[in-house]
């Protein structure tokens, strides 16, 4: 429903955004009224509220306009226009914001320095209220791509000639790249061209009004200064064209080349300097999904082993999950939520409340460290995600009466209930499920390596019946060996085969099983990179394709593409292959050769619902449609457990 | 993080005849002008570990071990000081002291150890794979003339070969065979069943234990008490647990599958044992794994437990006193290549006194107070502290400890000078070991040889 609603909303904040570089410098104030007077309805809306402001530009704008999306960056503060009850309405549109503030700058100032204002009005909720709704424990990581594909959405319904015409005056204007800076270099900038702003203006606008004045403080301004006399501020705005075009060739020179976005986030500085690793130096990775984390190989393992002491204040059981993840020792999404829960439970048995902190805030935050350390280590899964929300919304509701010990062992049996009922009974419950569809003689096709689809054949065994199955694999983590070992070794009849030979085998195949990640609220399943095009060729075939996956795992979260939220691998993992000294034609290329090649090793992919017949899920067998249903309707008790 | 810390610091040590002595011994044996045992314990701290137990050899050692620790680390460090009989080995020292171990792992270092690995990297290894003993190896320290060609004349004991025999798995992760030092004559045994299990293994004879372990102390304490015989951790315990990782015995039952399970206080022992098996599965598995597991797919009736290895870069420095060959190794490294291992708080103290014409050249320390008469050459060699040295005296290649003096006209090479040793004038000396307290008498010239007083 937000997301529906959010997407109606967007796209008029956007034309507007478009639509002010086209009006004449002459006139600045007509168009900029608009968005003011009619915005304010829409800031009050949850929905635009939601939208991050450091939205993940959809493809197309990084094949179209890159150049204009790194010109972006700090847009310049004008100290009149700190207003804003729009806040929230102005946040969507800042990507377009960013993307024709050089135009926008000549015409007028009001404009511009209202999306920073805004910008910035919002870097803070986020950091604030923002986090009700997005996972707990995510940070700006999972909050970033809150709604991706609402913006995907919007991008898609955008009646796009103002854009175009946008784009078009952009590229004529052919500004050179800028990249855009953090938070804190934004802030700075801000701040002296405020102040050059104001000696211009002192000299010239003398009839200047109050909230013109410059103030240290552009958040707390009064809200009124866009509809204040209109003269006297586009006599401003064109007295400010010259200094603003000077300052605007300084920040160029200054700026430091374009960055990965996932740098230049607000959140970079801070968590760079709460970071544990150093973040690995991206080279060579894809253009488009350099907004992802990228991946932290072997080459950070010694050196968190080198730190291995120096962090006391990780427990030592969260230490060893976190380094598992990192070294690849432990993959799976069951597999990953249960270490990681049961090192909190450990990590909570050894707590102790300081003198004068109370348990649940100081064990809350205690908890967001080490789930920030885990992050480090590796990109938590939707799933994780539930669970710290589930811990933290058990700790937040502990009563204060309760004492110390009494709250500490409560916390462990709510997260040993947990782990028992929403993935352990969730489990038998989907097995049982899931084995009333597997009939005598069927043929049965997985990808990749399961845990549940697993448990699923082997049930399906035990009971007697008689089938086939089919293991699809595919480089470079070749999970489904393993899984064929497994199976092999219980008496199971196997067919192992490649992804890229699925077309062969899908003929004799009468069931798909898949797992999954995780399953957002439009029925789209995210899961191992290749579940997709299984499930598609499935579908072209009429097999029905049957994911099985616990509730848990579902997430409001809707999401279209796998490019604005994913997970990246080791992208020397796939240019190198196991044992095959024989096939190494990307081994000894020079750097200089290097330096043409981008090697992409995504993790996960986002599977339409159109190609899924049924979920299997704790909850009965439903179809995609009805995980918003589930998400809806048992969110509340799954929290209250 | 549930570790702690033993450094075995020693006492006496035989190989340092004559260098350590009664008064001096083998732990505050001064490298570049700074106790071998700063160096350990430099490492430790930097590695914020600052609840130790130090056990030396002898009563009389561990009360001058313990005096120099409390004055130099003074509330810098927390440190037990443990003295155990002497000779009773690696092994028994940690007997004599299991009863303080309570932590969930063990780290024991070697006090003689120079290096710059940091010991959480070893920790985290361990950690990481749920080990019951992690060992650290490093490559054999390139000993003998580096950049000096002239240092000629090394002790010839190098040349008695201490030859380990380490076979890895192919992930270089897990200790499958390791052999040591005498053992080996001409054959080495490889137990079937691993190699079975394994397939692969890699053996190497570049690789030096540098007795640095972690041990999961479940395992130790039992290691120790039913094998009352075992002495050395090296040579006893470690290939005693590699050699039974396939087939730990009731003896090390509570090793990985017990641990893990232990964590895991689910209600049910049906869930627990669904639960484990999601985390097994989802795991790779080691070839322990794949190993106990029976061939029907069930987990396990074979008890295993796992020996890791945490190999140092090759770039690191990792060098253990155990020779005089070594000892001038260190020196020479410490001064020279690997400066960044001295600790910051013995940096030269006041500049010595040096006469008209005296040239010290690189990869040289003087203590603080030392005087040095004209025409005085030093290269490459250490000087201590209040050392009187005449004029036309030359030292390469040499350590002079402190209060040393020597007279007009001595040529020192290659040799080691304790403290309080007269020289007298003319005196010639290359490739020696002359021990605290002796006097040399005027002109002598001695080559190759160890003086020490006898009066004992």
């Known amino acids: ?641 | 993080m549930d570790f702690q810390v033993v450094v075995l610091a020693g006492g006496n040590s035989k190989n340092l005849t004559p260098l350590v002595s009664k008064e001096l011994p083998k732990p505050l044996l001064p490298v570049a002008n700074c106790p071998v045992l700063n160096y350990v314990l430099h490492q430790l701290e930097q590695s914020n570990l600052k609840d130790l137990i130090v056990v030396v050899e002898g009563e009389d050692a561990a009360l001058l071990v313990g005096a120099w620790i409390s004055g130099t680390f003074i509330d810098r460090l927390h440190v037990e000081i443990a003295a155990v009989p002497e000779d009773i080995g690696t092994a028994g020292a940690l007997r004599a002291i299991s009863h303080h171990l309570t932590a969930k792992d063990i780290l024991v270092v070697s006090g003689d150890l120079v290096s710059d690995v940091p010991p959480g990297a070893l920790a985290a290894t361990h950690r990481r794979h749920d080990a019951a003993v992690t060992t650290m190896l490093c490559s054999i320290p390139v000993s003998g003339p580096l950049e000096s060609g002239s240092s000629g004349g090394k002790d010839k004991a190098k040349k008695l070969g201490r030859y380990n025999i380490i076979g890895l798995d192919p992930s270089k992760q897990f200790l499958l065979h390791i052999a040591t030092g005498a053992e080996i004559e001409k054959d080495a045994r490889i137990s079937k069943r691993i190699l079975h299990a394994v397939g692969q293994m890699e053996m190497r004879s570049d690789l030096m234990d540098a007795h640095m372990y972690a041990f999961k102390r479940s395992v130790l304490q039992e290691v120790l008490d039913v094998k009352d015989t075992f002495q050395s951790l090296k040579e006893d315990v470690l290939p005693y647990l590699v050699r039974s990782q396939l087939k730990s015995e009731a003896l090390l039952n509570r090793t990985p599958q017990g641990e893990e399970n232990s964590n895991e206080k689910v209600s049910s022992q049906n869930n627990q044992a669904f639960i484990s098996r999601i985390l097994a599965n989802a795991s790779t598995p080691s070839f322990h794994g794949i190993y106990s597991e029976n061939p029907d797919g069930s987990s396990s009736t074979r008890k295993t437990h796992k020996c890791c290895v945490y190999i140092a870069s090759s770039s690191s420095y990792c060098v253990r006193l155990n020779s005089i060959q070594a000892f001038m190794d260190i020196n020479r490294d410490v001064t020279g290549d690997a400066d960044h291992l001295l600790s910051p708080n013995n940096i030269i103290g006041p500049s010595p006194k040096l006469g008209t014409k005296t040239t010290v050249g690189p990869n040289c320390r003087l203590g603080e107070g030392s005087e040095m008469g004209d025409k005085c050459q030093v290269k490459r060699s250490i000087i201590g502290r209040h050392c009187r040295i005449g004029s036309h005296v030359k030292v390469v290649n040499s350590v002079v400890m402190n209060h040393v003096t020597i007279g007009d006209g001595c040529i020192i090479q290659g040799s080691v000078i304790c403290s309080n040793v007269q020289l007298q004038e003319r005196v010639e000396l290359k490739d020696c070991q002359v021990g605290a307290g002796f006097v040399v008498t005027a002109g002598s010239e001695y080559k190759a040889e160890s003086l020490a007083k006898k009066e004992k």
């Not at chain 1, 230490?319 to 829960?341: E, F, H, P, T």
């Open chain 1, 1 to 641: 429903m937000d997301a529906r609603r959010m997407s109606r909303a967007v796209p008029r904040v956007r034309q507007v955004g478009f639509f002010t570089p086209n009006t004449p410098v002459q006139q600045p104030r007509p168009q900029s009224a608009a968005p003011s007077s009619e915005s304010p309805p829409l800031s009050d809306s949850p929905a635009s509220n939601s939208l991050s402001p450091v939205m993940i530009p959809p493809p197309r704008h990084l094949s179209d306009n890159l150049g204009g999306r790194t010109a972006a960056v700090p847009v310049p503060g004008r100290e009149n226009s700190g207003e804003l009850p729009t806040v929230g309405s102005y946040n969507p549109s800042e990507s377009v914001l960013w993307l024709d503030s050089p135009p926008r700058s000549r015409i007028g100032d009001e404009e511009l320095s209202e999306g920073a204002e805004s910008s910035l009005g919002w870097y803070r909720r986020s950091n604030s209220a923002k986090f009700a709704s997005s996972l707990p424990s995510g940070g700006f990581n999972l909050s970033t791509v809150k709604h991706p594909e609402s913006v995907a959405a919007v991008e898609a319904k955008n009646p796009l000639p103002g854009k175009s015409e946008a784009q078009k005056e952009q590229a004529s204007s052919s500004k050179p790249l800028k990249a855009k800076t953090t938070k804190a270099e934004r802030r700075a900038l801000q701040e002296s061209q405020r102040a050059a702003k104001a000696a211009s203006k002192a000299e010239a606008n003398k009839s200047g009004t109050a909230g013109e004045a410059p103030s240290s403080k552009p958040m707390k301004q009064p809200p009124l200064k866009k509809d204040g006399p209109p003269v006297a501020s586009s006599i401003a705005a064109s007295e400010r064209i010259g200094v603003d075009r000077s300052v605007e060739k300084e920040r160029k020179k200054d700026l430091p080349p374009p960055r990965k976005q996932f740098d230049d986030e607000s959140r970079g500085g801070r968590a760079k300097r709460r970071s544990v690793l150093n973040q690995p130096e991206a080279r060579n990775r894809v253009e488009l999904f350099r907004h992802l984390p990228p991946h932290k190989n072997g080459t950070q393992l010694p050196y968190l082993q080198s730190k291995f002491f120096e962090l006391q204040e990780k427990h030592p059981a969260v230490y060893k999950v976190g380094l598992q993840y990192l070294a690849g020792d432990l993959s799976g999404g069951n597999a990953r939520c249960i270490a990681m829960l049961q090192a909190f439970q450990e990590a909570i048995r050894d707590y102790s409340t300081p003198p004068e902190k109370t348990l649940s805030r100081d064990l809350t935050s205690k908890i967001g460290g080490f789930v920030s350390f885990l992050i480090e280590c590796r990109p938590l899964s939707m799933s994780m995600g539930n669970a710290i929300r589930f811990l933290k919304s058990r700790i937040a509701r502990l009563p204060l009466t309760l004492s110390e010990s009494e709250a500490k062992t409560t916390l462990c049996s709510d997260i040993d209930r947990f782990i028992n009922e929403k993935i352990v009974l969730a489990d038998k419950v989907i097995l049982r499920h899931a084995a009333t569809k597997i009939r005598d003689g069927d043929v049965l096709l997985t990808y990749g390596s399961s845990c549940v689809v697993e448990m699923i054949l082997l049930y399906a065994h035990e009971l007697g019946k008689q089938f086939r199955v089919v293991v699809v694999d595919s480089h470079p983590m070749l999970e489904g060996q393993k899984l064929l070992r497994r199976l092999v070794v219980k008496g199971l009849s196997c067919i192992y085969t490649q992804l890229n030979a699925i077309s062969y085998v899908m003929h004799e195949v009468t069931r798909v099983f898949l797992g999954a990640s995780s399953i957002f609220s439009n029925g789209t399943v995210y899961s191992m990179v290749g579940t997709a095009s299984v499930a598609m060729v499935a579908h072209a075939f009429r097999v029905p394709v049957l994911v099985c996956c616990e509730a848990y795992k579902f997430h409001e979260r809707v999401q279209l593409d796998s490019i604005c939220f994913n997970e990246l691998g080791d992208p020397d993992a796939i240019s190198k292959v196991p044992g095959r000294v024989d096939v190494n034609f990307l081994d000894n290329l020079t750097d200089k050769q290097k330096e043409n090649l981008e090697l992409l090793n995504l993790k996960y992919d986002a599977t339409p619902s159109d190609y899924i017949s049924v979920i299997v899920t704790d909850y009965g067998m439903i179809p995609p449609t009805s995980v918003p249903v589930i998400v809806r309707e048992y969110r509340k008790e799954y929290l209250l457990i």
